[in-house]
């Protein structure tokens, strides 16, 4: 077929505002560049902007003019005859785009046909003739036009050779492909595979496909950048290639998905004759499952609203279809209804004494937490109905919290559940669902309840500092009515819709921090700190607890493996850093692997390993603990710092040098210690006189001050009289007497006050190798609550102002080499009497 043209009807698009539903554009096959007259069609040209699609030549394409621009162009060129460009959006969110949002090639086009529509707006029939490529922006002046103009240059399209034969089996190709795409799509017209057969025009064929298929816009649009017709040819069959590839998953996807429509209908049809059947044989389950419950219940202990709601249940489940999606939530409810232990309690048999014993097998240490249990237990023992308090555990990572839980609920024999709250962001997650959702549940405290089939268990809500807020509710606040005791006897679950009895449960909280939970709640707890383990503590916990688990895990026998106290301080000190024994735990898991290797394989081995095996068999150590060094320059001290892994020494380092009085800090210190070290300097000006200190060194010297592991983030006010001693020691040039250390606030008139973390404190120092410790008088009370084994060989010094520190740490002579202020010129002028 090799007519002048080829008549395409256009059904259904775009009609003409008379009486027919289908426009005949006659599109000529050759190449009707050849026939453009460019210089008519001027150097300037305007634009006719497309956001999701192209316009190649040979073509037609119906576009609505939504831009009041696009139909002033369109308009201008129908009534004048005129040319313009159809160009590509390379951003097609852009509502008015410049010559840069564009892309470079594009197509000369005219309008061929306008139609007025009903609602105002312009659509219209345009006609691709040619390539071009933009050169430019326009340049024309005219006030009055709102379109945008380019500059451009036609593109001549270079053929192939006649008798090229790879460019003849790329065409045939073409068509195949084109032919098996639009034979698969839907709505595709009937005569588009008839006329792609027939069309043996290079570009009207791939003009014509592009019509016809689902090319994006961009890549149309790439097409119009090659000027060699084979090349532009072969990048076609690619995307063709692409889109049957498409297309093909569309279709299977397609087809999957009606088969299992087409299964899942039949199984339907086979399940309901199946029932049938059944409910003809007397078998029917569903019957059968009602029946249990309805039997169960009648030997429930429950209140008699929670006997109500059950058997007003009862009685909607038998009227519902059970292929109703409500017959599985109600059933859900009503076995829940009967599965709670509503009135059912555990028997708390126990003694003071064994409870103690208990608690000391599985805890080391935790003296003050395990008195406070120990006191909640005697007035059990006295008062059955005690309302249980609510205790809040907290402290670092690692020291026992959670396990605390179990040991209580063994002390008690009650049952133990557990709830970990990190990252609960659902208010839904604790008040439960509404029935009226699918899948609607209870919320985890009901839950956990029926789990325990006591309404006494032992209630671990693990991580209550990590609860978080959102667009679904605050469970926070949701968990103030578990917590409260005046307020949980009646508490109300959303999908129980009935309120249960939680005053009887020992409810015990975990957190880290406790600076993260609101107000609110924490009035509602008791807290009780379980501070980190001191390291003689840890070498305990690692011979009682630690190692025997240890051991059995790894299939070991005790004799296999004997760490002693010296290997075991090696291990904690070097090995770890941490406030709990969970590193540690690790650390003696990998010595076991490795000697679990040396057992297996029957190697002769010495199962006492010393500290430097362990340190051969696990690498160089990865910590490090400051140690305390002697030094005679006045200004440094060494202070008393508390760290999550237990105490530190922190050195304080003055330094005086020319200048003008000006004070530098450094170290990377919080804003709480910058003011303490503010304040000392201030108290010793304050006390210059007292000290023997010449005014002119804070004049004509600058003060820095440091401490040292810049890295490490430092804050709070205990280090206020080390900073003290240390400026009063770098401006009367005495040094520090050797192996002392102090920790304490200092106030602006020279008052020591109390300050934490004594006992990591205390510890830290005498590992480092210090005698004597100043501290504030305060502080005694600390002291005297410290196994004295930790205290051996260590003196303490109580002092209540920080003048009184000077005397006793001071050395009394200065240095030889002492820094002094300048000396005075003197007045040689003479004055006659």
């Excluded at 309302?387 to 008690?412: D, H, N």
């Excluded at 006390?687 to 200190?693: Q, V």
Aim: net charge neutral.
């Amino acid at each position: 077929m090799k007519p002048d043209g080829l008549k395409i009807g256009l059904t259904g698009i775009l009609t003409d505002g008379v009486n027919t539903m289908s426009q005949v554009i006659q599109i000529p096959l050759t190449d009707e560049s050849e026939k453009i007259d460019w210089k008519a069609v001027g150097k300037e040209i305007p634009v006719l902007p497309l956001k999701n699609n192209a316009l190649l030549p040979n073509s037609v394409l119906p576009i609505n003019a939504n831009r009041p621009t696009s139909a002033e162009v369109l308009k201008m060129s129908y009534e004048n005859k005129t040319f313009f460009a159809v160009m590509t959006q390379s951003d097609p969110e852009k509502n008015n785009p410049s010559v840069e949002d564009l892309m470079p090639y594009g197509t000369l086009s005219k309008t061929a046909r306008i139609f007025e529509m009903p609602d105002g707006s312009i659509s219209a029939l345009v006609i691709g003739l040619a390539r071009i490529k933009i050169t430019g922006p326009g340049t024309f002046n005219n006030p009055d036009k709102h379109y945008l103009t380019v500059q451009y240059k036609p593109c001549r399209d270079i053929f192939p050779d006649k008798d090229d034969k790879e460019f003849s089996a790329l065409m045939s190709s073409i068509q195949e492909t084109a032919t098996r795409i639009i034979e698969q799509q839907a709505g595709a017209p009937t005569e588009a595979s008839f006329a792609i057969k027939n069309i043996d025009s290079p570009g009207f064929l791939m003009s014509f496909i592009a019509a016809h298929t689902d090319i994006s816009g961009i890549e149309k649009a790439s097409l119009l950048a090659i000027n060699s017709v084979k090349k532009r040819a072969s990048k076609f069959l690619f995307l063709l290639g692409t889109e049957e590839q498409k297309l093909k998953l569309k279709v299977d996807v397609t087809q999957r998905v009606k088969r299992k429509l087409d299964k899942e209908q039949r199984d339907y049809f086979i399940n309901q004759q199946i029932k049938t059947l059944q409910k003809e044989l007397g078998n029917d389950p569903t019957s059968s499952q009602i029946a249990d419950i309805e039997e169960r219940a009648k030997t429930k202990d429950w209140p008699e609203y929670a006997k109500n709601a059950f058997e007003k249940e009862l009685a909607r489940l038998k009227t519902l279809n059970p292929q109703s999606p409500d017959f599985a939530t109600e059933l859900n409810y009503a076995q829940t209804l009967l599965d709670l232990p509503w009135n059912t309690c555990t028997t708390d048999d126990f003694t003071i004494a064994a409870a103690r014993q208990s608690l000391n097998d599985d805890h080391y240490g935790l003296d003050k937490v395990k008195e406070r249990i120990l006191e909640y237990l005697a007035v059990l023992k006295l008062k059955n109905n005690l309302k249980s308090p609510i205790l809040c555990l907290y402290g670092p990572p690692g020291v026992g919290k959670t396990s605390l839980g179990r040991s209580i609920a063994k002390a008690l024999n009650r049952k133990y559940v557990r709830v970990s709250l990190g990252g609960l962001h659902d208010e839904a997650e604790i008040r439960g669902h509404r029935r009226t959702y699918i899948g609607a549940m209870p919320g985890r405290i009901i839950l956990n309840i029926k789990k325990a089939g006591a309404s006494n268990p032992v209630f671990v809500l693990d991580e209550i500092d990590k609860i978080d807020s959102s667009f679904r509710g605050d469970p926070a606040s949701a968990m103030l009515e578990v917590l409260d005791p005046e307020q949980n006897s009646e508490f109300h679950d959303n999908f129980l819709d009935l309120d249960y009895d939680l005053s009887k449960v020992l409810f015990i909280a975990t957190a880290n921090n406790i600076t993260k939970i609101s107000d609110a709640l924490l009035d509602r707890m008791e807290l009780i700190e379980v501070s980190g383990y001191v390291m003689e503590e840890k070498v305990e916990i690692a011979k009682r607890h630690l190692m025997p688990k240890v051991l059995a895990d790894h299939g070991l026998k005790p004799e296999d493996l004997i760490l002693p106290d010296e290997t075991l301080q090696l291990l904690i000190n070097s090995y770890t850093r941490e406030s709990g024994v969970r590193e540690l735990g690790n650390v003696l898991a990998s010595l076991a692997r490795k000697t679990a290797v040396k057992v297996a394989s029957g190697e002769a081995y010495s199962p006492t390993l010393t500290p430097e095996e362990a340190q051969k068999a696990l690498g160089l150590p990865k910590y490090t603990h400051d140690e305390y060094y002697e030094t005679r320059q006045p200004g440094v001290i060494p202070g008393l710092a508390w760290t999550s892994a237990g105490g530190e020494l922190l050195y304080i380092e003055a330094l005086l040098s020319n200048g003008n009085g000006t004070l530098n800090i450094t170290g990377n210190l919080g804003k709480v210690m910058k003011e303490s070290a503010e304040i000392a300097v201030n108290y010793l000006c304050a006390n210059e006189d007292a000290l023997g200190i010449d005014h002119r060194m804070f004049k004509e010297f600058d003060l820095s001050l440091h401490f040292p592991e810049g890295a490490v983030p430092k804050d709070g006010p205990s280090a206020g009289i080390t900073i003290f001693t240390a400026l009063a020691s770098l401006y009367t040039q005495r040094p520090v007497k050797p192996q002392i250390a102090m920790t304490g606030e200092l106030t602006l008139t020279g008052r020591v006050l109390a300050v934490g973390g004594i006992k990591e404190k205390i510890l830290g120092a005498k590992r480092a190798g210090i005698k004597t410790i100043f501290m504030s008088e305060q502080n005694r009370r600390d002291i005297e609550d410290i196994n004295p084994l930790y205290t051996e060989g260590l003196q303490f010094r109580y002092i209540n102002n920080a003048m009184e520190l000077i005397p006793m740490v001071l050395e009394e002579k200065p240095v030889e080499k002492a820094v002094r202020p300048k000396a005075k010129k003197k007045n040689n002028s003479a004055v006659e009497k």
